[in-house]
């Protein structure tokens, strides 16, 4: 057992004015996808997780100060928070290789779940019906789709046999798995499980790596990109398959993170240009500074809502 995690005693919270922005220009055009998802999968680049506290106010989030996070050198990305206290995420070793690793966030205690030798496992988590879920590299090369076994990576089986799949989410009932398939263009794809062969349903072109479940209906929450690199959020009905466009992420943000509030209100949180921003009233506010971390990527926010996981570039 090893311990990565930097403790730091979280500080008072630190509440910022929030600023609405209704528009914002985007970006340069993002890398292409495919370009992406080789430097992501293959290159391994060197990646850590910051966790911060969150407090909620009056119904809005209030960013606190850094409170650790898994901070060695090397690929630790892909985070998600389990109802058990902990944080699973994709750790990178020497050889170029993924294992998935859990964080004990009480004690800050890492530990690895998955010890596969020549084989990588990507994109921890906990699916809906309780079994530990991930995208599965054989040796060999990256042609990987998504695993489901017990919490111990013990009686491991795939969930589906299309590929190469980099991304997934699963729906409430298990019966359906919406994934990002590699190729050209990427694309996303809805299978039906419960049929033999499993039935798969190209939904649209140029996904986003951001899958959420969210709330007790079918949906599953994505992005789709346009020309310049701008991804919309849209929610994906499991069961028809049917696409409802909801809103553009800030400049050309691909990441997210969804909130299921006490009421069974949903909301978003996302960054841009140094900044923390949630989806409030109709339009982004912007809620924290987090301008000493370069190169930020994916969100995670704790089942609590207490604590958030951003990573960033080491």
Partial sequence: MKTWLSLIPIAALVACNPAPIDAIEPDAPATNETEAAAEEEAGLPGTDIHLFALDWTS???????????VTRPGYDNQPFFTTD??????????NGETD??????????????????????????????????????PPGGYAG??????????????????????????????????VFHLGEPMTLQLIDRTTTPETVTHIADNPGRSFFR????????????????????????TQTGELREM???PGTSQ???????????ITFLTTHEGQLYWRAYGGWERIGAIDWLSGVTRLALSPDLTTLAIVAEE
């Fill in 59 to 69: 119904g809005a989030p209030v960013l606190g100060a850094s409170s650790g996070g």
């Fill in 214 to 237: 969210a709330g007790r209906g079918p949906a599953l929450y994505v992005t789709l990109a346009d020309e310049a690199g701008v991804h919309t959020v849209h929610a994906l009905n």
């Fill in 255 to 265: 990441d997210f993170a969804v909130a299921v509030m006490p009421d069974d209100r």
């Fill in 100 to 137: 998935i690793w859990r964080l004990d966030l009480a004690s800050g205690e890492t530990s690895p779940i998955t010890e596969t030798p020549d084989e990588s496992e990507y994109s921890p988590r906990i699916a809906p019906d309780g079994r530990l879920s991930y995208i599965y590299q």
């Fill in 145 to 178: 789709n998504a695993y489901l076994a017990n919490p111990d990576n013990t009686e491991r089986e795939p969930a589906e046999t299309l590929a190469p799949v980099g991304y997934y989410g699963f729906s409430g009932d298990m019966s359906k798995v919406a």
């Fill in 247 to 249: 809103f553009a992420l």
């Fill in 85 to 94: 206290g902990g944080l699973l995420y994709t750790a990178g070793d020497d």
